[in-house]
């Protein structure tokens, strides 16, 4: 299986998926890891099935670049409200 351009909207799913969790009580410390874990079950179930090292590197890859993506808009948008 080939990584394809339309998997990258598995990162907002991520996310979205994260800021549920949280609004179910999920403390948010503990959000980049269960990204990771999300990322890697997609991994394994989605992007790579049979296929451990690909699953493992595509759904790290979709974890951490949720976790940046949420980071870095929370950083930004924070950063011009105190201007």
Same mark, same amino acid.
């Given at each position: ?28 410390? !503990?959000?980049?890891?269960?990204? !990771? ?18 699953? #493992?590197?595509?759904?790290?890859? #979709? ?21």
């Amino acid at each position: 299986m080939e990584y394809e351009a339309y998997d990258v909207v598995l990162i907002p799913f991520v996310m979205g998926l994260i800021q549920v969790l949280k609004k179910l009580g999920m403390p948010k410390k !503990l959000s980049p890891i269960v990204a !990771l874990v999300i990322g890697n079950v997609m991994g394994f179930v989605y992007l790579a099935p049979g296929e451990p090292e690909k699953a #493992i590197i595509w759904g790290t890859s #979709i974890g951490l670049a949720s976790i940046g993506v949420y980071s870095g808009t929370k950083n930004t948008v924070e950063m011009n409200k105190y201007k």
